[in-house]
């Protein structure tokens, strides 16, 4: 490929990021078939790949996006050899968004936050199985592809797959309406809807695949959906416990990484570089979060534990006895292979690595974590800190080897070549 076409891939690819939840929204509300809007969407990016490079890129993809998407739309209805009541009222929808709207442009922005909360509540319906919702609407909210989605639920790419295809299917046939719902049944869906803003946010904090240690676009877009959540439901602690947890984590995005790109971790960062409005705003949203509630649930709980990182002047002051108290509260209050991850490393700062490594032991057999990179870094690290440094070093190689995210591995394997000697370790670990 030359650099020419690279540079077009890489603005496609950067233009999918973005507009595939918009549009997909968008489309949805018009032909109230999720799985037929999410087809459309793919098929106007494949006409995106197909001309730009050889036409340039549109002054305005998302405008071009759009209007291609609708006209395929159409297109799709009139082809259709028996057009019943349904497909000629869907029809007349799609051509009504050209008529309210001639400036496509600027219809591509209208309303658009509304649109993708109504998206995430209807993939979010309870007619669908709790693993098929977040499935569904991390692929059309996170743009994510299948294999991001298995990794971040460690589980095979063929069962998000199929996930994802019977979704859709109960959606279509059930005839969800799109919309954003009220009262009880809002406050029903609102668990899986933060389940996956959440999970969005985590796909853009530190990516399972790719060569980027930071998605800033999707961290952004969660955060934006989870403010739109706070105006519908102000009075809700976990809802302002989320955007807290996230606002928390993402003052520190200038600090992750040096000038090359390359992961910079949280005991090591400069902190005059976070961003002290972002943790002043955090701080203040967990404080009105807390005095709603006397029981933290597990967002709140979780920006607890972001806030003693932000409290901290430097890492030494880091509260770590507080962190490793929290975790076992989060442990109780929504148990999984995860929380006791960071657990252990919680536990091993602030009682030593012997004990963190107890706990992480306990998850060796663990079928969740089983091709996870997560378990080895952990232990890994608390290994180190004992002075095994022969076992320390094969688990940062695993870890290395399950990883799919370029920086992440790069580290893994740096922290392995850092370590000394090269001796067989007698009290290596199996």
Known sequence: MTATGTIEAAAIEAVWRIEQPKLAARLTRYLRDV??????????????????????????????????????????????TLIDGKHRELAIDLAELERE?????????????????????????????????????????????????????????????QRIVRAKRALRDAAIPFETPRGAE????????????????????????????????????????????????PEEPEVLGLVALMELNASRFAARTDKAGDPILLLDQDRSRWNWSLVRRGLDGLNRAMALTPAPGPYLLQAMIAACHARAVTAADTDWI????????????????????????????????AQGLAIADALKDEPRLKGSHLLPTVRGDLLEKL?????????????????????????????????????RDSRSAP
Request: glycine share 6%.
């Open 35 to 80: 799985g037929l809007a999410e087809e459309i969407v793919q098929d106007a990016f494949l006409e995106a790949l197909e001309r730009w490079p050889r036409d340039g890129i549109p002054r305005n993809p998302a405008a071009w996006l759009t209007q291609v998407a609708k006209n395929r739309a159409l297109d799709r209805l009139r082809r259709t």
């Open 186 to 233: 809002r406050r029903e869906r609102l668990a899986a809807v933060l389940e996956v803003v959440y999970l969005i946010f985590n796909e853009g904090y530190v990516p399972t695949a790719g060569p980027d240690w930071l998605r800033a676009d999707l961290c952004g877009e969660a955060l934006r959906l989870s403010r739109s959540l706070t105006a519908l439901m």
């Open 387 to 423: 002075g095994q440094i022969a076992a320390a070093r094969a688990e940062f190689h695993r870890a290395a080897e399950m990883t799919g995210n370029a920086r992440e591995r790069a580290l893994l394997l740096a922290r392995a070549d850092s370590l000394p000697g090269k001796t």
């Open 101 to 161: 709207t001639p400036d496509i442009e600027a219809a591509l922005d209208e309303d658009i936050d509304d649109d993708l909360l109504r998206l995430i509540f209807t993939a979010c319906h309870p007619v669908l199985p709790a693993e098929q919702r977040t499935a569904l609407t991390l692929r059309l909210l996170g743009g994510l592809a299948t294999p991001e989605i298995a990794r971040a639920f460690l589980v095979p790419e063929a069962t998000v797959a």
């Open 322 to 353: 507080a962190i490793a108290a929290y975790y076992q509260a989060l442990a109780l209050a929504a148990p999984s292979p995860i929380v006791e991850i960071n657990r252990a490393v919680a536990v091993g700062m602030a009682f030593g690595p």
